[in-house]
């Protein structure tokens, strides 16, 4: 046990026996897994697995621990079980597992087909937790390796040499990860890849909505499958913005309803075990008395994200953490009413988290011994340009963009990839600047922005330049508090246009944009970025959704128009603003209806007391026709009063189809579960347990209405009670 928080009294009351890991090791675990198979294999192929294990597995291990670096160290043991349960997966997937089934084969093709399946498990679990820059020091190490005859660690006598065929195909250029194995042929990821875009109806999903696969997520996903097939818990670990709980979530919502019992968590910092407790339980059906599982003939997965976000309590343990792994080592938990225990079965818990730090904690090994850790990592430049390319070439297929304004928007992605690059390696967050987070959201972003333009609009290459400029000033320049960092900013920009944008005359660009006598000196100066303005407010359509974004020139038009939507407002409005709008105020306006225009965005406005944030943010929302949602925390404010008025926000925008803004300032987050529940919010849309079925069910005639609008026909002839909510999800996002 861990004696972190014990007294000196109660340490020296026990007595201690030390063991230490090196002197037990994984070699009983493998040979132990090993001799199950006895019944199925005869002696010679025994042996050669335990020279597999024996050979391989502890080298591999020493040099991933010495030379490699991992999100979080994960321990021996747990690398070595992980490797056996997904050979175990294959091995089953393709019969070697079935006595009757081997004995019908050739000793040699058994052996054979056995080398793979371990090679293929070693490279993906003891292989797959390490970073990328790891990878190919890993890869030249275990091609030198199997290249000649391997000594076994503990049977010195014994020799072990593969055949070429057992390992990938070594072409130099390619690592040994760059290929998967089907159906005991070694291929390339990057067929596996163009397979599943063959497969992807990219016309029917809005440019916002896309989900560009790559080779990072194919793998991952292949392994997911494998690992629900099998029932082995998942674990993806990487930095944030990889699509780790995007991918993961759009497979568990491809899965059949009538087999599969989905329950997904967000853990925060403020996230107790009660609470995780309560969500799974609501959920469980009743199998028998003291046994509870998905239902008859259903597989239950718990999906929790940001697994190592729960903040350590006073004895530097985490709740909520705690009670995962008290379901994995004794198989359930305790009611939380009666105390009884709760055994839980059919049930596998798939889980992504980022790398510790900045938050968040590492998790105990105690814990992450039952997890197969696959680790996820950065895309490269080329994935990137791959990404946010195919959105851009969508976008110019459906709009029909000119040939000149369209290589701009084309030489955008690799601009904007530049430039983040360029800001992930100089402008790091520090205590002053703990904002200073970006990630591949980021990017995601200055896109949204770029395909907000229609055709009408996007006519000018020049044009074009601007708007690219404008997308990453309000996506990064946004975030910069000093006129140093803004300073640098400017300079990247200014680089990046002209050698990603291939536009060297920056005079050319601002020409028409900034007055002539004032171009000369703020060409030197980020002031001139306070130029570019683009927004939908000087448009009359009724539509708010149909007016085009396009750019402002003249400030004082801008001005004039939104002092008359101003008095619009005060005109409806029971609480009138005396507002005067100045150009500052005018630049937070377009900002905020920008940020409306655009779809699962969000806001936080960082400024001192009686700035407007508040006041513009009604403004804003008035502009773009959303309704603005608040809520009154008094001291006598309850939980129960919290979740009534939650309830209202999202019926309102999920099921009435009302464009909704929720604000809340910091003042009123005095409760943690407040603070919970609008994570929940902004990370799924869904607030666990906040809409029970009898108060859901008359909710799904509305929807199923609008599910025909949307040309939803399947959902809206056949959709089940769980489908409908998942649909209503997707609206209140």
Known sequence: ADLLQASPATVSRCGMIYLQPDNIGWWPIALSWINQFTDVYDQNVIRHL????????????????????????????NLVTSLMKIMKAFMSDHKLDVKDFVLQMKPEDLMLKLDQLFVYSLLWTVGGVILQTGRKNFDSFFKKLVGESIKCDN?????LKLEKAALPPDTGANTFQDYYLDNFKWKNWKELLDKVELEEDYEKVPLNELVIPTLDSVRMLLFLKLSIK????FLAVGPTGTGKSLFVNNHLKSLSLDQYLLISITFSAKTTATQTQKIIDDKLEKIRKGIFGPGFGKKGLIF???????????????????LIRQYFDHKGWYDLKDRKPREIVDTTILSAMGPPGGGRNFITPRLLRHF?????????????????????????????IDADPAKIFRFSVEASTEIYQQICLNLKPTPAKSHY??????????????????????????????????ETCRVFYDRLITDQDREWFFNVLTHCTKTKLRESDMKAIFKGVVDDKQLNTLLTSHEILKYLRFGTIMSDDIDVQMRPYDEITDINAAQKRLEQLLEDYNSQSKKPMSLILFEFAVDHILRLCRLFKMSRSHALLVGLGGSGR??????????????????????????????NDIKKLIISAGVENKYSVFLINDSQLKETYILEDLNNLLNSGDVPNLLPPDEFIPLIDKLRQHAKQHDREELYNSGTNAQFYDYFIEQVR
């Open 437 to 470: 987070l970006f990630n591949l959201r980021d990017i995601a972003r200055v896109t949204q922005g770029m395909i907000l333009m229609n055709k009408k609009e996007a006519n000018d290459m020049k044009k074009i330049c601007r708007l690219w400029m404008h």
């Open 304 to 322: 929790i994200d940001d697994l190592n976000m729960p903040s350590l309590d006073k004895y530097g343990a985490q709740p909520p953490i705690e």
């Open 230 to 233: 099998h029932q082995i818990p």
């Open 155 to 159: 049977r010195k006598d014994r020799l």
């Open 614 to 643: 508040q006041s513009l943010a009604r403004l804003s929302a008035f502009i773009c026709d959303h309704d603005v949602f608040t809520v009154e925390v008094s001291k006598s404010y309850t939980f129960d009063q919290w979740r």
């Open 50 to 77: 335990e020279d597999l294990f024996d050979a391989l597995v502890g080298k591999c291990i020493e040099f991933i621990k010495g030379k490699c670096q991992e999100w979080q160290s994960t321990p021996e043991a």
């Open 372 to 400: 197969y850790v696959f680790a996820t990592n950065e895309q490269d430049d080329k994935t990137l340009q791959r990404i946010f390319g195919k959105i851009i070439e969508l976008y110019i297929t459906k709009n029909q």
